[in-house]
């Protein structure tokens, strides 16, 4: 066994005591109140189950043909949309033992990640781990943020030796016009969790003649009015609900969710866009228009799953470990 998969048990449990200390959970609140404890705990107990799991590490980092892989330096620019979100890649590198992993942390996810990775530090010797304001001289670069810093990126980092990621987003696709509630509650999650920040998260849904929207709605009332309380998705929420009621535009909604008819792909935080269609041909061509700004597309079976990604999962079909052995 590598050194680098004996301390995956040891960061496991580290990340499990700080996933049940609501201090620190409350404190990471304060720095940025999208970061809730009950959406925290449930990022980092994700991180728990699919990429902390010894067995399941094993088995991803040895379907990989890595012997002759000499290790190079690497700097990450991290995202803050969702706890922890930069977790995969840094781990694809420290796996590899990576002997540089320089860490430009987003300020909107600064906490819990220095907690995590001085402990990393302190339990191995291997990979030299560092938080950085700029990025020093690395071999390879992962960088993931929105369409603007990703022509930033692409304009200033070197095409070979830069992994980059844009802005996302999900889609859902209800094939049954009388799908259960069950269902229904699990696409819930995919919309709802982490206020639909993330690029896994559905931001449009389609559905087939005579399937009720409405349902969503009355469903989402039960489900996730907690959403009520929090102050600044709030404040979207009546800033868009605000824009359509003058605009005289079309939208049903309840007290913290809108729904609106809309052709495009990327809504606004509180409102899931929806199109009905008759034949499925129309959202295969949607999806076949749109490729390069969906992350997931999730058919009935796959509701509830958008946030518990699998350690093979590839963001943006990139994947983290080929090209971090790439020479």
Not at 264 to 284: K, R
Not at 319 to 325: G, S
């Given at each position: 066994?590598?050194?680098?998969?004996?301390?995956?048990?040891?960061?496991?449990?580290?990340?499990?005591?700080?996933?049940?200390?609501?201090?620190?959970l409350?404190?990471?609140?304060?720095?940025?109140?999208?970061?809730?404890?009950?959406?925290?705990k449930i990022a980092l107990q994700n991180i728990l189950d699919n990429f902390l799991d010894l067995?399941?590490?094993?088995?991803?980092?040895?379907?990989?043909?890595?012997?002759?892989?000499?290790?190079?330096?690497?700097?990450?620019?991290?995202?803050?949309?969702?706890?922890?979100?930069?977790?995969?890649?840094?781990?694809?590198?420290?796996?590899?033992?990576?002997?540089?992993i320089q860490l430009k942390l987003s300020k909107k996810d600064a906490l819990l990640p220095k907690i995590l990775l001085e402990y990393i530090q302190e339990i191995q010797d291997f990979s030299k781990i560092q938080i950085i304001d700029r990025v020093g001289e690395v071999d390879k670069i992962i960088a993931t943020g929105t369409n603007s810093t990703y022509d930033y990126f692409q304009k200033y980092f070197p095409p070979k030796k830069s992994l980059l990621r844009n802005n996302r987003t999900s889609i859902a696709i209800i094939e049954n016009k009388d799908l259960n509630e069950e269902k229904i509650n699990l696409l819930l999650d995919d919309v709802h969790l982490f206020f639909g920040l993330g690029c896994r998260s559905v931001s449009k849904v389609f559905i087939p003649e005579g399937?009720?929207?409405?349902?969503?709605?009355?469903?989402?009332?039960?489900?996730?009015?907690?959403?009520?309380?929090?102050?600044?998705?709030?404040?979207?929420?009546?800033?868009?609900?605000t824009l359509l009621i003058l605009n005289n535009t079309p939208h049903l909604s309840n007290d913290f969710m809108i729904l609106q008819e809309n052709e495009?792909?990327?809504?606004?935080?509180?409102?899931?866009?929806?199109?009905?269609?008759?034949?499925?041909?129309?959202?295969?061509?949607?999806?076949?228009?749109?490729?390069r700004d969906i992350q997931l597309v999730l058919k009935e079976l796959d509701f509830g799953s958008s946030q518990k990604p699998n350690l093979d999962f590839c963001a943006d079909n990139l994947?983290?470990?080929?090209?971090?052995?790439q020479q």
């Open positions: 066994m590598s050194q680098s998969l004996k301390t995956i048990p040891l960061i496991a449990q580290r990340l499990s005591e700080i996933a049940q200390d609501d201090d620190i409350l404190q990471n609140f304060y720095h940025n109140n999208w970061f809730t404890i009950e959406f925290t067995e399941k590490v094993q088995a991803y980092i040895q379907s990989y043909s890595i012997s002759n892989y000499t290790p190079k330096s690497i700097a990450i620019i991290c995202a803050g949309n969702i706890p922890m979100v930069f977790f995969h890649d840094f781990l694809c590198a420290y796996l590899l033992e990576t002997p540089i399937f009720d929207i409405t349902r969503i709605l009355s469903l989402a009332e039960s489900k996730y009015a907690a959403l009520f309380q929090h102050q600044s998705y709030m404040n979207n929420y009546d800033y868009q609900r495009n792909l990327f809504s606004p935080i509180s409102v899931l866009y929806y199109q009905v269609y008759q034949n499925i041909d129309e959202v295969n061509e949607f999806i076949k228009n749109h490729s994947d983290t470990i080929n090209f971090l052995t």
